[in-house]
């Protein structure tokens, strides 16, 4: 080989790994730094817990649909799907008072019902998709509308909300926490540990790349390809249960205004961590770095009023497709 040809590929080992490895740390890194200069309080204490215990929800979602995308599938249904789970576990706790009384096995009774509404969508979701062979896209714009019609119908166009008493009493799951963590920072860094673990060193995990590289060959690689992808939606409704589990205490209601846009934040955190959008290559530590650098940005808009917050979405959307931009051309120059 010679020595122009090793030189060309140093320069394409450098390239790769400035844009897919570095490039989410260093722009987490800058904007923690502007935010620095823009606010002295944006470092304290408060402030970063605040940040950190606010981007849970999005990041526990995030992690699920690390893999969902990795596998070459979407799942536009999260928000949605969050707003449902909430609403069906405030009405079954509230239901419940006068046969459990207020109490913590109520409350471990009403995460239960989140986890398995959460499971039960999730794997409508992937039976549909992976069984019946229907897009992606198509199934989950379907189930947006229709977990978003379902809890505003429970809610008769109002809002649920949860006993007072019994709110009361769940409060610390979102308020209280440990060493001074709360718990939404905890169960976070937990799920974001376990998935990284289980995409890096798990069949699940190679399986999953795989077939959002290439399902065909990964059929003729003895991939069970429908039970695997059925298994990214499974996971991904079961960890929209975890978050709702996190989020109902904070405010105790679900309205049909509950969880929007989170799709969006959820997606556009695993594309800016460095996850092909096409599939066959994911990271969830790459999803949690996007996750930060989604809620700083909010943070700093907020903190330094140099744009208007109610931009904060549009501002996603053009990091979601700068993201994208610099995915096709990393493709490209590879």
Known sequence: MTEATLGALDKAKLRRLNFHVLGPLLALIVLIILGAMLNPNFLSYGNVTNVLARSAFIGIIAVGMTFVITAGGIDLSVGSMAAFVAGVMILFMNSLIPY?????PLIMAGMAVAIITGFAAGWMNGFLISKVNIEAFIVTLGSMGIYRSLVTWLADGGTLSLDFELRSLYRPVYYDGLLGVSWPIIVFAIVAILGELVMRHTAFGRHCAAIGANEQVARYSAVKVDRARMATYVLLGMLVGVATIMYVPRLGSASGSTGV??????????????????????????????VLILSLID????????????LNGAIQGVI??????????????D
């Open 100 to 104: 459990m009384g207020i109490g913590i």
């Open 320 to 333: 979601v497709i700068l993201a994208v931009v610099l995915q096709r051309e990393n493709k490209s120059a």
């Open 261 to 290: 846009l989170w799709e969006l934040e959820a997606i556009a955190a695993v594309i800016i961590g460095g996850t092909v959008l096409k599939g066959g290559y994911g990271r969830v530590w790459g999803t949690v770095v996007g």
């Open 299 to 310: 943070n700093i808009l907020n903190l330094a009023s140099i744009v208007s917050p109610y």
